[in-house]
């Protein structure tokens, strides 16, 4: 689950927000809204953890899509469409990313990651992807990886890394095992990256040997077990739809699965605080790159 705000859909170009996501509640208003929060967490997903205004925009988004003014009426419209409830969650879920996103921060890893995990002298190297979408981000670790072994003659050492991705959202972990993409995942991909990694031309298909070293599972970071002993841990433009203290609980978290001296990669628009900051010293500041200590 993840996105970029400046690349995420419009259900209605033009329309802008609808006018329930940026404005002030009344009470009633609030009422309705905390109503259909509690009817979107009857099927599954939990809003509680989630920041008010970030949720209200992806909320107005379908609200305007299916023309409706108040959260009562959208509330009528999901119990009646069963269909529009998954469009909510698709909505609500974020699932917008790209191969090489932000190509600062790949080279940053490469730089100051990718190396020290090749020399941990251990039977397996443990990669978690938490909030990985289609798969764009695991696999581009991949092919990273897979690039280094290869210029640096590690490719026996290679078969040692163990890349876990996860998310809440099952129809994105099924696209993301199918390993088939569109022109948009690919944008900022380089081209001889491109051409060696991926088969096709309208649909781009990576190739087996990169597409097996990715294993995918469902794992909701507000409710589920994290996974232990991970030695890099990327979470990537989640934590920003999340309220304060839940983000404190998470990286109080994600500090425990890592092993010490284990790498965590943030956005770029998100950083550690509070008692978080203590836990890890910056390796990349700029590229969100931050290490256990």
Sequence with gaps: ???????????????????L??????EDEIREFDELKRRIEARGFRCGGYKDRC???????????????????YAAVLAADADEHQRLLDAVMINVSKFFRNAEVWRAVETHVVPRLFERDLPEVRVWSAGCAA?????????????????????????????????????SLRAAERAEFADYALAETPADVRERW?????????????????RFEPLDLLRDPFPTGIHLLFCRNVLIYLERAVQDELFRRFREALEPGGFLVLGKVETLCGPAAAAFRPVANRERIFRAV
């Design 198 to 214: 991926f088969d096709g031309d309208r649909v781009h298909r990576l190739r087996p040997e990169i597409a097996r070293r990715v």
């Design 135 to 171: 798969g764009e981000e695991p696999y581009t670790l991949a092919i990273l990886l897979e690039e280094y072994a290869a210029r640096h003659g590690l490719r026996d050492r290679l078969d040692r890394v163990r890349i876990l991705a996860t998310d809440i959202d099952g129809d």
């Design 55 to 73: 949720l209200r925009r992806r909320i107005g988004m379908r609200m305007r899509a299916c023309r409706t003014r108040t959260f009562a009426e």
């Design 21 to 26: 996501a940026v404005r002030d509640l009344d």
């Design 1 to 19: 689950m993840r996105s970029d705000e400046a690349t995420l859909p419009r259900p209605l170009a033009g329309a802008g927000l609808h006018p």
